[in-house]
């Protein structure tokens, strides 16, 4: 009876996390283009709002960083310059499939004007009036 030497096993390369994502990138979109200094925005707002522990981590949503917070509930969006937050019923208009696409990165908080309250953003404005529904009006 022989005995024949195993061949000898190589350990396995350890690969860059961009070596591996590489393949994947088309599917991981924005996703993985978190930047410092809108996570560092959206953390300083969030402290200086009293939003409390946000309830998702951030994430890249076309082209903007966002991140939810149950107060409210609120979305605070970053467009790279500045940061404001969308709540009460605007955040649920705006996280309404396509919604955020037809409206663009908000520009202002929401705030009274005369009897309702709006909120601009890039491309139109959510307007609310009580006892009625939010709709979506040209931006002025």
Do not use: C
């Amino acid at each position: 009876m022989q005995i024949q030497a195993a061949a000898p096993v190589q350990a396995p390369r350890i690969r860059p996390v961009e070596e591996v994502i590489a393949p994947y990138r088309h599917l991981l979109g924005d996703a993985i283009k978190l930047n410092a200094g809108a996570l560092k925005r959206l953390r300083a707002y969030a402290a200086d709002h009293e939003l409390g522990q946000p309830s998702s981590n951030p994430a890249r949503w076309n082209g903007l960083t966002v991140q939810r917070y149950p107060k409210g509930p609120a979305l605070v969006v970053d467009d790279g310059r500045e940061t404001f937050q969308v709540r009460n019923g605007f955040y649920e208009f705006y996280t309404r499939p396509g919604a955020q696409q037809a409206l663009g990165a908000p520009q202002e908080e929401e705030h009274w004007e005369g009897n309702r309250v709006v909120q601009r953003f890039a491309k139109a404005m959510l307007i609310w009036q009580p006892n009625k529904a939010v709709t979506i009006g040209p931006k002025r």
